[in-house]
């Protein structure tokens, strides 16, 4: 089974493509179009692949009473959580309008499905993939429906334990073989001690077919760009254009040069991944030809003298002699000529030596 799959069209995630990086809008919008689009634009101005919101039919996602509950918080937009939410809720053509927007700036465009209704909407809307928020890891029949759609789906982990995600990893995987599950921790600001970059690990363990990635709630860019130095293929953060607007996610959001910054880093920590095979490289040469070490004569040795250790000692020498780490190998030969103390003993000294350098 592949362990990459297209996540939208033309862009592959998984095995060497490089980490997708999704800019959640979210509701960090303020309910305001226009402050969406300017951060759609700045999405892509910083460099990440997606901006993606949030999409819910309110009342399927919540029932009466907890649309009727008093939001009494200074992140609050309405007196009930409802008129809270519907105050941040964006209507199905406003979707249309901000998918075209996106379109135009070229960037991919998508949304949580925060229920079954909303999920239904970004299929006629005709999203690359779903995104499976945390509140819903655990909606085995929402999973199911979603999945059998037959679009990518990326599948957050937050709020929840192993035993339950590999139940998530068995439901999806029955209808969909595209998914990736993100390591996530539902707290806003995510405190390091809780981010627990080690499940990464346990996840490619866990599910080694599919991709694994990260979506994080801490404040600043280092432990996102440590999650992809640890396999992550995909990174969702939070973004916003100032820190100190009234909401519940602006806190632990990236400002656009934070966004940029950790775009730039994650490029720069993939190209510094590498390839894992340990070879002495063509760009250290230079410092291999300076300061690497050989062997020298400790002491004079005269013409057919059969080589013991102590006769050897190791330095940086002018010539270069024979690799430093050969030195076991000299000895019980013989040398085929005088060589004085302190000088570089060559490899065409030494009988039957012959090796190649490294370099
Ligand atoms: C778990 C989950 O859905 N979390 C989302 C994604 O990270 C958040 O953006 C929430 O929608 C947000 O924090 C809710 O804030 P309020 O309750 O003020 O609307
Ligand atoms: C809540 C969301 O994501 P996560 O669970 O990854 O924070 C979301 O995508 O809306």
Redesign the pocket.
């Known amino acids: 089974m592949p362990l990459e799959f297209e996540l939208c069209p033309g862009r592959m995630i998984g095995g060497n493509h490089p980490c997708f990086i999704i800019a ?1 809008i ?3 919008h303020q309910g305001d179009i226009e402050i969406a689009k300017k951060m759609i634009k700045m999405a892509k101005d910083c460099g990440s692949d997606c901006a993606k919101f ?1 999409k819910s039919e309110l009342d399927h996602k919540f029932n009466k009473k907890a649309l009727e509950r008093p ?1 009494n ?1 200074v ?3 309405g007196k009930t ?1 409802g008129d ?2 519907r105050h ?1 809720e964006f209507s199905h053509e406003q979707y249309k309008e901000l998918q075209k927007y996106a379109d135009e700036v070229d960037i991919f465009f998508t949304a ?1 499905g ?1 229920d079954e209704m909303a999920v239904e909407f970004l299929h006629e809307l005709n999203v690359p993939f779903f995104k499976v ?3 819903d890891n655990s909606n085995f029949p929402y999973l199911k429906k979603t999945a059998k759609k037959g679009r990518p789906m990326v599948v ?1 982990s ?2 929840q334990n192993m035993e339950t995600m590999r139940q998530v990893y068995k439901t999806v995987k029955e209808h969909n073989p595209n998914f990736t599950i993100l390591q ?1 921790t ?1 707290a ?1 600001p995510l405190e390091a001690e809780d981010v627990n970059l080690r499940v990464l690990t346990e996840y490619q363990k866990e599910f080694p077919d599919i991709p694994i990635g990260y ?1 994080g ?1 801490e404040s600043g860019i280092v432990i996102s760009v440590a999650a992809v130095a640890m396999g992550a293929k995909v990174v969702e953060r ?1 973004v916003t254009l100032d820190k100190t607007w009234k ?3 602006h806190e632990a959001s990236l400002v656009p040069s934070e966004l940029a910054e950790l775009v730039r880093s994650i490029r720069l920590v993939e190209r510094a991944l590498g390839n894992g095979v340990k070879q002495m490289l063509p760009c250290e040469k230079p410092c291999h030809d300076k300061l690497g070490k050989s062997l020298v004569a400790k002491v004079k040795i005269p013409k057919g003298t059969v080589l013991t250790q102590d006769m050897l000692a190791v330095k940086v020498a002018e010539p270069m002699g024979i690799d430093a780490e050969d030195i076991f190998k000299m000895v019980g030969k013989k040398v085929k000529k005088d060589v004085e103390e302190d000088e570089s003993i060559l490899p065409e000294v030494v009988e039957g030596y012959c090796k190649k350098r490294k370099c």
């Open positions: 959640e979210g509701q960090n949030q939001y918080s992140h609050s937009w959580y809270h939410k941040l949580s925060m928020a945390s509140a957050s937050g709020m996530c539902s806003y979506s709630h939070h909401g519940n996610d």
